[in-house]
């Protein structure tokens, strides 16, 4: 199943629900290999389009916005 989910931001530190077991985010589209956890430094990376596709043990994919 997919769902989607907003993604919280606090001091440029952007997250999302951490109920998942993988994690993977992406700037503009393009996998940013190292941030694989439910939050993401966006100071690190800068403005863009930040998305988070999690998956859960069940192989649900949440795509966070």
Request: with cysteine; aromatic share 8%.
């Amino acid at each position: 199943s997919n769902r989607e989910s907003n993604v919280a931001n606090n001091d440029n530190v952007l997250s999302i629900s951490p109920d998942y077991t993988n994690y993977q985010w992406l700037l503009n589209g393009e996998i940013l290999a190292n941030e694989t956890e439910n939050s993401v430094d966006a100071t690190l990376y800068g403005s863009g389009e930040y998305q988070s596709q999690a998956t859960d043990e069940n192989g649900c994919r949440l795509t966070s916005v």
